[in-house]
């Protein structure tokens, strides 16, 4: 997606702090962090949303590079993982991506 900017990130195109990468899923960390630890776990592919999502596999690589990015940065233990679906639920970027937070106390119900 040419306008997408999770695409322009993941194509190197627009600077960022990568924290995981691999064949299928990038991870980089957040521009404007709501935790000491607030990274974006996205796949190379462009998917606009959770429900876009029909791959089972990499489904599974996003949450395993979520933990990953959790463990390296020391928050292994006590992570946030939260996934926006569609603009009412907060979704801004139309690129599916992972908000992997950690590193202070989260309450419940988030929002």
Known sequence: MPDCIFCKIVAREI??????EDTDVVAFNDQNPRAPLHALVVP????????DLD????????ALAATKVAKDA?????FRLVVNNGAGSGQSVFHLHFHVLGGRPFS???G
């Open 15 to 20: 600077p960022s702090q990568l924290v995981y």
């Open 44 to 51: 190379r592919r462009h998917i606009a949303r959770l429900a």
């Open 55 to 62: 791959d089972a596999a990499l489904a599974g690589k996003l």
């Open 74 to 78: 020391g928050h292994g233990e006590s």
């Open 108 to 110: 419940w119900p988030p």
